[in-house]
């Protein structure tokens, strides 16, 4: 899948994921300012695919004015970064792409705006497409890793919860690209997919995502996981994440903690998969990672219908931890590791 997240002189396009799989559209993005209030709308989601966006949505915001110096220009981009952090707080690659796009702008004050605007370009390109490498590896590792535990059998049946696909990740994916990959080596025979109340992200795009690739998959609400683990019909649970702690507490889609207590209540293997960027080691531990409130009227409403009596209480986090000890492995494209400090 192409034309996911693309900077062509100055614009941002980025393909609408609230559409899909009705409508392929794509929304322009001239600003910062715009960037940031896509990521919070989620025109754009998923945690490298977060992180990519705000590394141009920063290029965007350094051509904003006609900066006469290194000073102004620095000064401006202060309240670029911040906007762009508050944009969504619990996936860390945004703040891993903001870092690094920081660092880029002050590497060397001496140069021109001109320059400096080219190297951030340059950084940003280098951080979707070092991105998308490291999601092939993920898929790799993943697939020798399925080998290594269930033999080169096949027939393997996976779920997985949200997307964590080429939508998510700029293309390829890291929970879908060890799918993908799997599929490919003959391994994988079909896929398991959470819907993911209450955005969808299962049913709407990682479905898209399998059909498109022609693997066999199987839509299920998010109450039956622990139904199909009981009848023996799911191998292995792979699933994405938005921040890995120092612990390896894990902060991933609302739901998958509860997925990963039946998985290994049924012993069923439970792996993450994420890129480097998604690992926090300046964060210890669950109790430190902000899980992200989002708006009642994702719960309360369906299609734009309300769904409970009027002054229904509800809440909604976007995600939850799952602890260490229930994780299996995680599958990154250094290979697949037990313990976070094997990356440091
Ligand atoms: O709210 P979202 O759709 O941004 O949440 C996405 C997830 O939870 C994904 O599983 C995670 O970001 C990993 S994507 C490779």
Request: a neutral charge; proline letters at 3%; aromatic letters at 8%.
């Amino acid at each position: 899948m192409e034309n996911i997240i693309n900077y062509k002189k100055g614009q941002l396009i980025l393909l609408d994921q609230r559409n899909l799989p009705y409508k392929i559209t794509y929304k322009k993005l001239l600003t910062a300012k715009a960037a940031a209030a896509a990521i919070g709308d989620m025109v754009v989601r998923g945690a490298p695919a977060i992180g990519i966006t705000a590394a141009y949505a920063y290029l965007l915001g350094s051509r904003e004015k006609d900066f006469k110096n290194y000073k102004t220009l620095e000064n401006y981009m202060k309240n670029v970064s911040e906007k762009l952090l508050a944009s969504r707080p619990t996936a860390v690659n945004l703040k891993w792409a903001v870092d690094l796009m920081e660092k880029t702008l002050r590497a060397d004050p001496e140069l021109l705006v001109d320059k400096i605007r080219d190297n951030l370009f340059e950084k940003a390109e280098s951080i979707k497409y070092s991105e998308i490498e490291a999601n092939k590896k993920i898929g790799q590792y993943g697939s020798s890793e399925l080998k290594k535990v269930f033999g080169e059998d096949g027939n393997l049946k996976i779920l997985t919860h949200c997307n964590a696909g080429a939508l998510a990740t700029g293309g390829w994916g890291t929970a879908l690209g060890v799918i993908r990959s799997g599929f490919k080596d003959g391994l994988i025979d079909e896929v398991y997919v959470d819907e993911t109340r209450p955005r969808m992200q299962g049913a709407r795009l990682t479905c898209f995502e399998l059909k498109e690739e022609n693997i066999p998959y199987t839509l299920i609400t998010d109450g039956m996981p622990a139904h199909f683990m009981s009848l023996g019909n799911i191998d292995a649970v792979i699933v994405g994440a938005d921040r890995i702690a120092l612990n390896g507490d894990t902060a991933n889609k609302i739901g998958t903690s509860m997925v990963a207590i039946a998985a290994n209540y049924y012993n069923v293997p439970f792996y993450v998969a994420a890129p480097v960027s998604t690992f926090d080691f300046n964060c210890p531990g669950r109790k430190d990672i902000a899980i992200e409130e989002r708006s009642h009227e994702e719960v309360l409403f369906i299609n734009k219908k309300q769904i409970s009596p009027e002054e229904t209480r509800t809440v909604n986090p976007a995600f939850d931890i799952t602890q260490k000890g229930l994780i299996k492995g995680y599958i990154t494209e250094k290979g697949v590791i037990r313990n976070t400090d094997e990356l440091q």
